[in-house]
């Protein structure tokens, strides 16, 4: 066709080399796109792993600590409120006193500082639960400050050490040889609420916070996203009304999470007055985040019940509301969980809107109720995040672990199912 | 009473109410009377009767009591404080509630009274609540139950509340639009009656915080929120910038060169990234990503901020790379097959087709992904409030420390709010700006995507 | 009905100047067997109808000419099929020359969603098939005079190709394939969705196109056969049942399953 002195066959030939180098490096560069978002899951949990998993372990030092009844003033008889209003720390104290008499008083401030103050209050709980072993000597673990469970756990094997004078160290060190100090398991971190000091700070208090303000979400989200996607499958008379809806969930869905925070703020706290910092208000907001989802999956559900089952209702003159609550809704009932699930699962992460309902106040106490100040686990991650010391990254690490342990136990129950729903059909 | 305590009682009174009119129907049923509807219909209809009105009861004494007791507290106050400002008085009535639910320790002189009003009005209260709900209670059931007759229409009694409840749920997603909309005006309003709105949008000068030292110098916060527009851009762009190309070529990976077996093992793993709640990447921009670009910059001989936009970008690029990737993966997937076939026929090499037919063909879906994904990132709020900077710097250098929208409003509104003051107000400013972008991203994209697919159906 | 037992094909599968040969084609989706001992020469510069009911594996076959069945997974192709002489399932034989030497018209017209003139400067450009864009505007107008719709779009040669009508779509897709200069080109009913007008014309192209190109058509309609090609096979069930000039096929059909399809008596 055109004057070359190549044949088709020849350009053909000759343009082949290029391509395939081209299709090579095309390729390579896909696998790498799949590899990159591979590996960052991988350093994510890696480094959230590295970081967070010896917060599971605590530095405890044994010792043997005479309960001198006459020191605390307690006699067996004691009530509990008398033993806890006891000098425990200052008996503790003493006793670590005696065992190296020649310090100095610096020394012996020094030596105190190893010991957290958490280590008198669980002496005097151990006392409350044991009155019969007062004047005896036993063995107790005692808490480790923060700095010693840092050093015991990190520093030790590479020879550093932060904020620990000589003597100090050298006092760790006896102990860490003699077998005297070691890890256990940290269960003061399942246990206990919020701390200053970060050796007592625990979970436990965002933990029921997260747990009061998914239950509220559920309660509500959950009969109101399947009423309305029952509504407008079955129901709606209207196309517009209908559209309406939709394009509202499509946009709930879409905007930014923040954005549900400030309704909280201006609406549910400003104008209705609701207490803000509660489970209560914290899952009014989730709600409204967890609606788009929610429908959106249990509308799906709703479709895919077979349109026969229905027929064979009506044939039996069944109304439709009976038709949608006695037919529709059992069989569809698994799907819409599975969008329940994984709703949950999201605003189980939450943290931006509850930030601004002030779900960050600084909360020692567990909460109980749904109107008691509580803040939840992405937001204790968030505060705890904001603290420079380094006991406190640990932990927001371990707490990190906790979060994703329940997202991934949401998701798997999700997904599991998901299967059962598949292998059904 | 505790809330949940009243919970179970109202459930409790509920099934109770439910099996008496479903009991009194079956005992009629029984004796030979031919019922118009089932027995349980009479049960429900008994119990909404009974019910309905107390929950609505219910609901509007919870919204009203708060404003009752203030006003009770206000006339109790000591007369130095009800002459204060509204903040004083507002901090006194606070501090008599908390007084009174017993949450501070020591009560000032001159309350006394106003404490121990509070303390038996509260209790009065709780009485009168209760009496008033089992009023409210009784009078629905007696009405409902001397209405009854066997041939009364039961069931489209029931159907028709169903459908009304039904309906009022599905208003819930459509009042949430509303309410968002109506906070965010409504308060801007008030801002932009403090700010001038061509301050706000064209001011380069962004400090919220009303100093002692600034007052006294006479000049007050600025509000210029130019740097905060640019951080945020700055830091969407650099997100999009990881996560468009990673994002879309491993879609491109998965759906046309994957082995089924890879495909079935990456793509839940990459979906991981996108279940990983904002606050883990957060944490892992500030403490993992930021220090190390700091470290590389120093060992390059560059100074780089320890709250760069880079890491922050980065990071959030890492975080919607799933987003970009499974949409994309579903708009690649609705090409048909008919237009690979075509190319490849012609001698196409597999590249070559997915870049010149595929990629173009997919165009209107592909850009409606990334347009979703930038929306995302402008509104992602934790990463930039965990490691983006808090100063308002105007800079076009990723090295440096910007602040973004989110921040701001996050930082403008976590601690005191004052909703007289433009501090607070501002934030309600941004999130105007920041609404009415995603929305706009959000609408134009769902429109593109609708298009395209029925392109193809 | 008979069922086909023997493989044997009757009439006269094979030609002294075969442009294709196919010998003992067995083809498989997964386990299913679609083909069986298919052998069948295609000769140069003749049209040869491939024609059967439904699912007899017209298609299947067709698509091994030009290793389109590579795009399926679970295809597998066992046999020999040459071109020239050359094996094309050979290691050493890469698809991309062998497409661009046998290229392919679908049942479903599929123009590109760019331009007319992209649509047929597609293939060259991926071949570099033209140095200049001279020479590119040269084999555009070319390939779409052979494909007689030259004067019809010559005015608007940059409007969308998705934007013609379904015959003039076929058109464009046989001009995007003359314009990679094939010397075999495959065509799967590419009529069945057009109307008969677009479809005389269609067939008035084929005929033409014979002087330079080697054609294999699958059709369903034994008219279309009937008027287009010299040499006719008839599939049945994956089998190859009879295959002969087809004006003596469609009068004097020499097997028992051939005479019932042309009576019509199932297809
Ligand atoms: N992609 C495929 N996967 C599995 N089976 C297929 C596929 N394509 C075709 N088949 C099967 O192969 C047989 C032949 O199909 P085909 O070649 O399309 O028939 P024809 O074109 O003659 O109508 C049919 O039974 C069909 O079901
Ligand atoms: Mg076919």
Known sequence: MTDSSLSTRQKVERSLARRRATETRFHALGFMAVLFGLLSVVVLFGDILLKGSSTFRQTVIVTDIHLDAQFLGLTPRSKEAHIRRADFEGLIRQQLHAAMPTMTEDEARELHRLISIGAAWQLSDWVVENPQHLNQTIRFELLADHLVDQWFKHDRRKGISQRLSDVQLSWLHEWADSGQMYTRFNRLFFTHGDSQEPELAGVRGAMMGTFLTLMVTLVLSFPIGIATAIYLEQFAPARQWINLVEININNLAAVPSITFGLLGLAIFINLFGVTRSTPLIGGLVLTLMALPTIIISARAAIKSVPLSIQEAAYGLGASKVQVVFHHVLPLALPGMLTGTILAMAQALGATAPLLLIGMVAFVVDVPNAISDPSTVLPVQIFLWADSPERAFI?????????????????????VLLRQRIERRR | MNDSTLFIVIVLTFIGVYRLGRNRAQALAMAGTRLHSLPSHYGVLLAMWAGLPVLITLLLWRLLEPTLVDAMILRQLPE??????DAQVQLAISMVRNIAAGAALATPDGFESSVSHVIALQARMVLLQAGVLLAVA???LAVCWYRFTPNQAARTDVERMVRVLLLCSSAVAVLTTVGILASVLYESWLFFGMVSPLEFLFGTHWSPQISLRDEQTGSSASFGAVPLFAGTLMIAMIAMLIAVPVGLMAAIYLSEYATDSVRNMAKPTLEVLAGIPSIVYGFFALLTVAPLIRELGTALGVSVSSASALAVGVVMGIMIIPFISSLSDDVLNAVPQSLRD???ALGATRNETIRQVVVPAALPGIVA??????????????????????????SANPLDSVTTVTAQMVSLLVGDQAFDS?????AFALGLVLFITTLALNYVAVNMVKKYREHYD | MTILKNHDTKGVAFVDDAKLTARHVNVFYGDKQAIFDVSLDVGANEVIALIGPSGCGKSTFLRCLNRMNDTIDRCQVQGDILLDGEPIYDGSMDVVPLRARVGMVFQKPNPFPKSIYDNVAYGPRLHGLATTRVELDAIVEYSLQRAGLWNEVKDRLDAPGTGLSGGQQQRLCIARTIAVDPEVILMDEPCSALDPIATAKIEELIDELRENYTIAIVTHSMQQAARVSQRTAYFHMGQLVEVNPTEQMFTTPEHTLTEAYITGRFG
């Open chain 1, 394 to 414: 640990e932990r927001t690490s371990g707490a990190i672990l906790v979060l994703l342990g329940f997202l991934i136990s949401m998701n798997t129950l999700a």
């Open chain 2, 369 to 394: 992904a990334i347009m979703l994904a930038f929306s995302r990132a402008i509104g992602e709020t934790m990463i930039v409030t965990m490691a983006a900077g808090m100063v308002a710097n105007l």
């Open chain 2, 342 to 344: 075509g190319s490849d």
């Open chain 2, 138 to 140: 009784l009078f629905g």
């Open chain 2, 80 to 85: 130095t404080v009800r002459a204060g400002s």
């Open chain 2, 422 to 426: 433009p501090k607070t107000l501002a």
